[in-house]
């Protein structure tokens, strides 16, 4: 899939989890009322969405426990909607995901930027370098996250 599809896929992503976390309502019936509210999506990039949300739905404790325990200073509950969704998604991505490291945090980065506050972007890298930096060394790359 081409990079283009991937980021648009991301952000639709990450706009479900932001109507998802505010509306706490099924998985199911939150995409399904999501999709409604679009435009016709592309299928792939709809479909590859759908698995990006699935995915951090399915390990939504262990990526909530890995983003708390590295924002000092930050409960998730207390974090930006927008930062917090944006952070799972990345999250997910890193430890369960393929897309190299260094991507993940760029594509996490930008959605910040785009979606959430002057500061999501700084906010979004600190807390994504600290946990590409304790994945395994096979995982991060060269040169990427970790110290």
């Known amino acids: 899939m081409a990079a ?46 759908e698995e990006l949300v699935r995915g951090v739905a399915r390990h939504r404790q262990e990526v909530d426990d890995a983003i708390e325990a590295v924002s000092t200073h930050w409960r998730l509950d207390r974090m930006a909607k927008v930062d917090r969704n944006v952070l799972r998604l990345a999250v997910f991505e890193l430890r369960h995901g393929d897309t190299p490291v260094k991507v993940a945090i760029n594509e996490a980065i930008e959605l910040g930027k785009k979606f959430g ?31």
């Open 117 to 147: 506050s002057e500061s999501s972007g700084a906010f979004i890298n600190g807390v994504l370098d600290r946990i590409a930096g304790e994945l395994p060394a096979s995982r991060r790359g060269p040169g990427a996250g970790g110290r």
């Open 4 to 49: 283009q599809k991937r980021t648009k896929a991301r952000e639709r992503a990450v706009q479900a989890l932001y109507q998802i976390d505010v509306s706490a309502t099924d998985l199911d019936e939150a995409l399904a009322r999501f999709w409604k509210s679009f435009e016709p999506v592309e299928r792939e990039v709809m479909d590859l969405a």
